[in-house]
């Protein structure tokens, strides 16, 4: 792709405003069709060989360009000049809104236009096409926008050149629609009919292309085709959600046709207290854990009734005596009261012990209780391979729990955006429909 051909500095021609006299310099050459003289505030008509002054306006309407005019820079790989600013000015309930346009000129390219709003800044061309209009909604190439806002603009203060017969106060009716980061505008008078596409661009783009002093100003709020900073919309997220959910379930059957949850050990047992210098202690025969390493689940169930034991484990390797240790308590109670029948606590209890290669093992089994209690029958149960249930529950709550914060903070983004549209409610910016003020 060939570099564009830089454009070439203006000649300032030998031109003086007709009201103040100050000199003035036409940037974009011959397509200039009024200037304002940047002293005097005088809108002078550029075609006129004696800059005819076509209209005045008080000079205590400033406003400074963020951008000065004549300030060139790179642009999206195009080398830009400014030439035109202008304010332009909505009224809501009694205030006073403004935005600032600044015109860009390449004599190669033509026109292009910055647009800044309390920080946020738009890349705004006109369209090459006219869009299609639906009830509340416009289409573009391909593109669907939402209708955002309607509004009464007017040019409310002027400065440099333009390529039309500008005017203070020309007064224009705005529609917005919007498919963030992109917005067509259409502005209407009597006499035309004009769209303009525009995208979102950060102000540090603006600032570089153009060399800009400082840092721009910082966005206030959110503007109405800015892009969510998290980059994408709640339906992507629950999307991805969805798909990782779908590998879930068949990670998970997979897991369970795999699983060999192979009984290996079982046997009944009667706890009672032991005499002094008794052990309570004992270890159980050996058995076999075949296969590939594997999660190995010890069960224990009991006959307790408003009772309870502990039980120190250690599951060992009869080879290598490697040992995995971990207590277990069963406790079952129950009762009523005033508030009715209430139980407590399980007959049954089962930890998993992960990851035990094969090999052949015993347990360790040290039962303990309180004084007062009788004999405690208890069954001690083995088995190797069994899928782990709670693995998934908590894989489900690790993907549930960023898709809702996400979504959530997607949802409240939308809200703060669609807060500033004439067109309700903020669920159209969620991917549903826009009911506009002009629907049936």
Known sequence: MSTPPVPPRPTAKALNCPSCGAALVLRSMDRAVTVVCDHCHAILDAKDPNLKVLETFSEKLTDKPLIPLGSRGTFRGTEYEVIGFQRRTIQVEGTDYSWHEYLLFNPFKGFRYLVEYDGHW???????????VRGSSAEYLGKKYSLFQTSDAHTTFVLGEFPWQVRFNDAAQCNDYVNPPFMLSCEQTSEETTWSLGEYIPGSLVWSSFKLPGAPPAAVGVYENQPS????????????????????????IANVGMGASEKVFTQNYVFTQPKPGQEASFVTPTFELKGRISDVEVKTKSNINNEW???????????NGQAYDFGREVSYYHGSDSDGSWTEGSNEDSVIVPSVPAGHYYLRVEPESEANFGPI??????????????????A?????VPAVFISWKAFNFEQMRWAESDYQPAAAAMGMHVKGGGDE
Do not use: E
């Open 122 to 132: 738009n890349d705004v061309s006109p369209t090459k096409g006219l869009p299609a």
């Open 229 to 252: 900073p998290l980059g994408t919309s709640w339906r992507g997220v629950w999307k991805s959600f969805g798909l990782l959910m779908l590998a879930m379930i068949v990670l998970f």
């Open 309 to 319: 034991i502990y039980l120190n484990y250690a599951l060992i390797d009869d080879v």
């Open 377 to 394: 029958q208890y069954t001690v149960t083995v088995t190797r391979d069994v899928p782990v249930m709670s693995l998934y529950g908590w």
């Open 396 to 400: 489900f709550l690790a993907l549930l």
